[in-house]
């Protein structure tokens, strides 16, 4: 596919290949031995999201002072007072987020010789903090941050917001993602060129991916896919 620039959405993409920060919460409360019903679990994460995109403050805070905020939510929720679980729950998920996110500024800067880079996020308002604290910004055209602009994925205006900040044609963009609905079919329904971040290809495979041109496990594996098609040639060159 011939492109110009590639759009990344943030959680479970940039800060964890494929990885929802509902299951990792649900993996370090596992791991801390809370032992809580998952759809308790799942209705506390889901009210401290929604505190948290509630809250004004949110929108200046580092990831750790989110996540600070988030867990705090979310232990009050499942009925839990416990100030050292509660800083073990925010700083193992920070230290994970950073690790990947390290991980993620190495595979964009690679990519940022020859595309536009951009961030599509439904998020607090606060991503560009986080990717700027990441070392990630400077390697961006464009962060298009739900709360900032106002729309969620899938509404197709916080794409058109990054295509206008692009100056790229859909056709030419590439969205990288890990919500088949929200990341891949949104995107495809604009026109931009579509990559599916899962965790299994296997997996993957299972189900009708058809509105994905890429299904790849990681951005390294996003880098080495665009290389590889830059360097084949074309059957008019043949």
Not at 35 to 44: G, H, L, N, Q, T
Not at 84 to 98: I, Q
Request: net charge negative; aromatic share 6%; hydrophobic share 50%.
């Amino acid at each position: 596919m011939e492109l110009r620039a590639i759009l990344f959405d943030y959680g479970g993409t940039l800060d964890g290949p494929a990885s929802h920060w509902l299951d990792r919460m649900v993996g370090l409360l596992r791991e801390a031995a809370v032992d809580r019903p998952y759809e308790r679990v799942k209705a506390a994460f889901y009210a401290a999201d929604d505190a948290a995109y509630a809250e004004p403050a949110v929108g200046a805070m580092s990831l750790a002072e989110l996540m600070d905020f988030h867990v705090g939510r979310q232990l009050a929720g499942l009925g839990i007072d416990d100030r050292t679980l509660h800083d073990h729950l925010a700083a193992e998920f920070v230290r994970r987020s950073a690790a990947a996110l390290t991980a993620s500024r190495a595979a964009l800067g690679r990519l940022a010789p020859r595309y536009r880079l951009g961030v599509v996020s439904n998020f607090y308002g606060n991503v560009a903090r986080i990717l700027a604290d990441a070392g990630i910004a400077p390697l961006l055209t464009v962060i298009a941050d739900s709360t900032r602009v106002g729309v969620m994925k899938p509404d197709r205006r916080i794409f058109e917001h990054a295509l206008a900040a692009l100056d790229v044609a859909p056709a030419y963009v590439l969205h990288v993602g890990d919500s088949y609905e929200r990341d891949v079919c949104a995107a495809r329904a604009l026109g931009l060129r579509t990559a599916w971040l899962v965790a299994d290809h296997t997996r993957a495979a299972s189900r009708d991916a058809a509105a994905a041109d890429l299904v790849i496990c990681s951005l390294d594996e996003l880098g080495e896919r665009l290389e590889l098609g830059r360097n084949t040639p074309s059957s008019a060159e043949r």
